[in-house]
């Protein structure tokens, strides 16, 4: 999630971490991050960051965030698993700068998600504020 | 008896590696692998991982740096390296010093494909170009240049048997094939058979279809989740496929059958899971490729004639 000066919290778009694929990354936190020593993580956050807010700017461009591949466009090779492109629509993108970084492991129970979607437990892993 | 004679198991051995075969099916496969390669390789930005910063790479061990090639820092030279296969996968695709093509491309993808996902693990399982790194080698190795090919080295002659053109098919089938059979063997072996039941099913979707960072579509997958006879059929039809696809080495009725059916299941996980199997182009290699060639030639033969019609009925 970025976080704005205001405090407010945004989904991020896929696209944002190339060329790491959104798994990749979530797959590396998961296994390696907490190895690291915090200037390292700090390295981590802030790179992540830097491509998120590039991410954004390019997302409120004329052009929209490019596909891996500007030649083939829609029809660049997906990756294992489908991502919502979530900035597509200029609307959805969020006009202020990214000042912080949040990551959060989500967990829930299939069954009770399946009544109510708000049912998540969130933790945060990872805060990195610039 | 027949079964249990050893003369009988050596023809049958010799039938399904060197039965005659096509020089078309053997360049079908080339420029279908070919182009599937060229695709997926297109479509990532592997330069740029090797550009990542340092921290990334810190966990990379070093017996995985070797196995590939793979270091970090390198992106000017890993730009060079995807051009470099990029050109010989058109090589292969249009004919040019077939072969070769195929040699350089495939051990350049066993250097690149990796870079993808190498920061957290040492294999590159699933995200399309494995398969492609060994047929590309494979077909390097074999006659993929005597049918629809630009430029053939002059050194390259045509096979003395036809035999040669069906045992690099067969090897294509069963890097495919395989995919499929240890897939299935894993589910029953880590989970057992009741990786089929309609719970387990239901779960899978639920999960597939809740991830909201992977939550493209959902309809189908909260419909089958909700119907227990669905989740058993889709479960059920899951093994069936997975053991069953083997039989399309052998027998030519599975292959019409299973093999379309196979794309059409991909189709079924792709709507109701979110997740991708992008070797699925690969299927073409159960092809008839002389039976499509010739449904074309018939096709381009019949249109002249057709113009010549509408044009006197004018």
Redesign the interface.
Known sequence: MGVDISGKES?ID?RAW?????E?L???IK??FA??DPA?RD??GA?LLGRSNLAREQALSLAGLPY??R??GPL?????????AIWSNPESVPHNSFVELRVYEET?N??E??HD?QKVTRVLVFDYRK | MKLLAPSWWILAWDRFWFAPGSPRNLAGARITFATYSLWVLLSRNLPEMSGLPPVFWSQVGASARWRYLDFPGHPDLERVLVWITAIALLGAIVGVLPRFSCFVSGLLLYHLAPLESLIWIPHPYARGLTISVIALLTLSFSPCGDCWALLRPRWDKPPAQRGDYTWPIRLLQLYLVQIYFFSGYAKVMVVGWKWASASNIRSWMLRCTQNEQIRVFHALGTWIAARPLACWCVGIGTLLFEFGLVTALFSKWARWVLVPLVAVFHLGILLSMNLVFLNVPQLLVFANWDVLAAWFNSLVRHLPAREQENALRY
């Open positions: 989904d896929y190339r060329p790491l694929a959104l990749e979530l797959s590396w296994l390696h190895r690291l390292a390295r981590v790179y891996p591949n030649w083939f660049t090779a997906p990756t294992h698993m489908l991502h919502p829930w299939l069954e998600r399946s979607p």
